[in-house]
């Protein structure tokens, strides 16, 4: 006969995690290296208060069920479809936007790729395209063609610019380790 094994209790929080909603409320937000304060419902998206609330608007609303990817931004330098996440749990997070990828007036390797190979046709899918391949870059310097297909695979372009996006992903690839420091 099986003992009955006793379930441990689970340990208390030391600090209790706080309880929102329904109305509204302060959160704050890393966005692009700067700091903002926000008044939120809980059920709010961080789609919604980027474009909204910040005026970012390079991430697109397009499913609006995490199925296109046209929403894509990076958390914490991993892309996630902004759609899907609250904006409540990206606190304490550093949240990066197509928006603060270009230093100074440059663009960001990445982007000025995109230029060159003509990845970009209409454009609504640029902005997660070009995130998904920096987080890729910032992983691995040097992907294989299959490594960049699987980064993107979650950025759908209906214009069938993958060819182009695959080139310049290999392209940025290549002008990032020659660049000096690296």
Known sequence: ??????????PELEVPVPVRGPERGPIKLRVNGEKHELWVEPRRTLLDAL???LGLTGAKKGCDEGTCGTCTVLLDGKPIYACLRLAIECE???ITTIEGLAQGGELH???????EEDALQCGFCTPGQILSVKA???????????DVRRAVSGNLCRCG????????????????AERPGR
């Open 1 to 10: 006969m099986a003992k009955a094994v006793r379930a441990e209790p689970e």
């Open 92 to 94: 304490g997070h550093e």
């Open 51 to 53: 474009r909204d609330d």
């Open 109 to 115: 390797p990445v982007q000025r790729a995109f230029i």
């Open 136 to 146: 890729l870059l910032d992983e691995n310097p040097n992907p294989t063609e299959e």
């Open 161 to 176: 610019a993958y060819p182009h996006i695959v080139r310049a992903a290999l392209r940025a690839a290549k002008g990032l």
